[in-house]
């Protein structure tokens, strides 16, 4: 027997119930996108393997072992499918000269992959939007990006995300700390774990993000970033808070917050919800001042940030349940029911008469008896059916019924019908609800 084909396990099919929320979420991102001034940006999905260990750092989780990575058969050249958006962004800014004008604000959205574990908010192919402004060095930019993801939360209805800030520094405070740090942890000998071991001398910085219940003590004593940070670096996180402050959006300090990437220095913010459980960080990003150099442009300073759609979406129905759902189904204006040896083409006529006014409409296909197509009609959404059958095609008419509140039956002319449908929807003298 033939075994049906599964998609790839961690890549997930969006079915259209769940797929009409993210459309809806499309729409509020974009207009919030638009309100302060970013522009799109659409990237390749496939990027040359060596753009991801040169820009997120040859041992990072991502690029030690999460890459979709192939040789491409055809000409030998190291592929990736893209596991974030930063990296090509700035490919892209580079290659086509973007920062010649002046600064600039971009933002782009699709799907990532990453080898990871799948699990509930983990997955192999994941959607982020991501949000990009180069050229600008003060902390006004950055402390904009985190006021500006607060409204987002709003704008979708959403509670208890709460914000976490940290600053890393410039290079050289990070090469100092990291100097400290790897001296403090080689003083801890077998306390530390495996993946300590295994970090001590390729990422240190990591070690203090660890989760193991075990290393947490170790890990609070270890020396902070923040300790070793000079003035210009903490000038400018002063200058990020007081801007949060100032805009009334609360947050926590966490010394700890090192994020994944390499490129990361000074502002570094996450977004976090503890209604998803262990995958709860929503969005994250901060400033990564050294990456454009790192790949080969004339250095400029930005800053940024993603947004994971698959974790902001369950946050929505776990937050909103199925009235996330309801507010996002789109039901058609009218459904066009048809009956009869001579029906079919008006039908069809009317329809395509009727969208060209504006009008969202659903034409029966398929046949069936009246009273079948009425039951699809109702389960359509619609507030109208529109009948055509042998009579009215005779007279040049349809009736229109109500589906949704009692009203009786007319019988309109073809040629008036999409101002009559126009005015009983959407008419001033009606409050729309049919
Ligand atoms: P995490 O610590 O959860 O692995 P990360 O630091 O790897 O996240 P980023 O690379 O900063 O994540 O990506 C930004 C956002 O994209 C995350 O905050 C999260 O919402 C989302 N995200 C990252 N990896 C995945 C994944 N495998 N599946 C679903 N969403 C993801
Ligand atoms: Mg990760």
């Not at 060596?50 to 041992?59: N, S």
């Not at 499918?81 to 990296?87: N, Y």
């Not at 109208?384 to 009215?392: H, K, N, P």
Request: with cysteine; hydrophobic share 40%.
């Amino acid at each position: 027997m033939n075994q049906t084909i599964q998609a790839v396990r961690g890549m997930n099919d969006i079915l259209p119930d769940e797929a009409e929320l993210w459309e809806r979420f499309d729409e509020t991102v974009r207009a919030w996108l638009r309100a302060y001034g970013y522009r799109p940006i659409r990237l390749p999905l496939v990027e040359p393997t060596p753009l991801f260990a040169r820009a997120i750092g040859e041992v990072t989780d991502i690029v030690e072992k999460e890459m979709y990575s192939f040789v491409d058969a055809l000409n030998g050249e190291a592929l990736t499918l893209r596991p974030e958006g930063t990296a090509s962004c700035v490919r892209a800014l580079l290659q086509h000269s973007l920062l010649h004008g002046g600064p600039r604000r971009l933002w782009y959205a699709g799907p990532m992959f990453r080898h990871e574990r799948p699990q509930k908010g983990r997955y192999r192919q994941f959607h982020q939007y991501g949000v990009e402004a180069f050229g600008y060095a003060g902390p006004d930019i950055d402390a904009e990006q985190i006021v500006m993801c607060a409204r987002l939360w709003e704008e979708l209805g959403l509670g208890g995300i709460r914000l976490e800030i940290n600053s890393l520094g410039s290079p050289a405070e990070r090469q100092h700390h990291r100097a400290e740090l790897v001296a403090y942890l080689e003083r801890q000998g077998e306390a530390l774990d495996a993946d300590a071991r295994r970090r001590l001398h390729s990422n240190p910085l990591r070690i203090l993000d660890s989760k193991n219940p075990q290393m947490q003590a170790l890990v609070e004593a270890a020396p902070r970033l923040m300790d070793f940070l000079g003035e210009d670096s903490l000038a400018h996180f002063e200058g990020v808070q007081a801007l949060l402050k100032d805009a009334g959006i609360p947050y926590r300090i966490n010394p700890r917050l090192v994020r994944g990437l390499d490129y990361y220095n000074l502002t570094v913010f996450e977004w976090i919800t503890d209604r998803l459980g262990a995958q709860g960080t929503v969005c994250g990003g901060g400033r990564f001042d050294g990456l454009i150099g790192q790949l080969g442009g004339k250095p400029a300073p930005a800053c940024g940030f993603a947004m994971g759609v698959e974790r902001l979406i369950a946050l929505l129905e776990a937050e909103q349940g199925e009235a996330a759902r309801q507010a996002a189904r789109s039901a058609p204006d009218v459904y066009v029911v048809h009956q009869g040896e001579t029906t079919l083409r008006p039908a069809f006529a009317a329809a395509e008469a009727l969208r060209g006014a504006g009008l969202d409409v659903l034409l029966h296909c398929g046949g069936g008896s009246f009273k079948s197509q009425m039951r699809r009609a109702d389960a359509s959404g619609a507030p109208l059916a529109l009948i055509l059958g042998d009579d009215e095609v005779r007279e040049g008419c349809a009736s229109l019924k109500t589906l949704r509140e009692e009203r009786p039956q007319r019988r309109i002319p073809l040629e008036t019908l999409a101002d009559e449908i126009g005015n009983l929807l959407f008419g001033d003298d009606d409050d729309g609800s049919l």
